[in-house]
Nanobody
Framework: QVRLVESGGSLVQPGGSLKLSCVSS????????MGWYRQAPGNQRELIAS???????YYADSVKGRFTISRDNAKNSVYLQMNSLKPEDTAVYLC?????????WGQGTQVTVSS
């Protein structure tokens, strides 16, 4: 059984920074893909950043240049460094991993950007 736990969400002022963590537990396996998604009330869940097992990264246009995704395979973890935060970044942020056998979602962590 694989479980993902996100952390690091908080209330932050516009222009501030946060670093989100997503740590897996329960098994050792190869991660083909790790991604960060966000969902604001009334909105669709959207992919904002991802990284593959080969290190290829993707960023949504809305966060490109401000957010950085990284991974630590030894810890089965993925991180999202968020800089220059804007109110429109407010959402629940969820991580997703894809392994050779399945895909998994975390529960999410709330990020609120407000003065």
């Amino acid at each position: 059984q694989v479980r993902l736990v996100e952390s690091g969400g908080s209330l932050v002022q516009p222009g501030g920074s946060l670093k989100l963590s997503c740590v897996s537990s329960g098994s050792n396996f190869r991660f083909f893909y790790m991604g960060w998604y966000r969902q604001a009330p009334g909105n669709q869940r959207e992919l904002i950043a991802s990284i593959t097992s080969t290190g290829t990264t993707y960023y949504a246009d809305s966060v490109k240049g401000r957010f950085t995704i990284s991974r630590d395979n030894a810890k089965n973890s993925v991180y999202l460094q968020m800089n220059s935060l804007k109110p429109e970044d407010t959402a629940v942020y969820l991580c997703k991993v894809i392994t050779p056998s399945n895909g998994y979602w975390g529960q999410g962590t709330q990020v609120t950007v407000s003065s």
